[in-house]
């Protein structure tokens, strides 16, 4: 990977430049990675971080030089989807951006050149211009949210591990896509949101109890012992 040429080239996407970004930290999940961008708010920053992420993994003897990668993001976090999208075009070695729609499926219908594309959108080619052709890599798929709720659970129980509802959904989505694609690269799942923001959602989706927000964040955390205030996992 020529890391300048990508640089550039998302600069010039971009339109302004990159915004410097701290080592990303990535964590091994059962058969995935997960990249906890808890901290990441732009698209200048997103960007820079999904090189960092490919350098980290590549530092760490995970991947090979130019060894491409599968990314899965969730659509609901447009910065991160958006950034992915654009670093792949620019040149990351990313094989396939999977994109995790909900079960409203409006960025799987952009996809499909269905649906114009949503507002905040708009750094992508405009209306009249086929997704296929432009972005032959970048696929999208969706989870209902039964099933969402289901892998918050059941990655929790096998795994020990917390998912924000955003992630989970990617997760669901990654699990469809490798077994339809057949696809055997390294998979990195984008966390964009820290489990604790959507304490209620999370605590009914492994107890099957609805609680007020506070009261879910306590619970949480006397479950599962981690602190809100800090960072999940641990850097590579």
């Given at each position: 990977m020529d890391k300048l040429l990508v640089q550039t080239r998302l600069i010039e996407a971009l339109g302004s430049p990159l915004a410097p970004t701290p080592s990303p930290a990535l964590l091994q999940v059962g058969d995935r990675y997960v990249w906890q961008g808890f901290d990441y708010r732009t698209l200048a920053e997103w960007a820079a971080g999904w090189i960092e992420v490919y350098e980290t993994l590549l530092e760490s003897d995970v991947i090979d030089e130019d060894e491409t990668i599968d990314v899965v993001v969730s659509s609901l976090d447009r910065e991160a989807a958006l950034a992915a999208i654009l670093a792949q075009k620019a040149g990351l070695p990313l094989y396939?951006?999977?994109?995790?729609?909900?079960?409203t499926r409006k960025i799987v219908g952009v996809t499909q050149d269905e649906y114009p594309l949503p507002q905040g959108w708009e750094i992508l080619p405009a209306p009249g211009r086929r997704w296929r052709d432009e972005y032959p890599d970048v696929v999208a798929g969706w989870a209902e949210d039964e099933d969402v709720k289901e892998v918050l659970a059941d990655v929790y129980q096998e795994e020990d591990y917390l998912l924000h509802p955003h992630t989970a959904l990617s997760w669901a989505v990654a699990n469809v896509y490798r077994e339809e694609a057949e696809s055997d690269h390294l998979v990195v799942i984008a966390a964009a949101h820290h489990p604790y923001e959507k304490a209620?959602?999370?605590?009914?989706a492994l107890s099957g109890k609805r609680l007020e927000e506070d009261k879910a964040l306590k619970a949480l955390y006397l479950d599962s012992g981690w602190e809100?205030?800090?960072k999940l996992g641990e850097q590579l």
């Open positions: 396939t951006v999977v994109l995790a729609d909900d079960q209620a959602e999370v605590w009914e809100p205030e800090r």
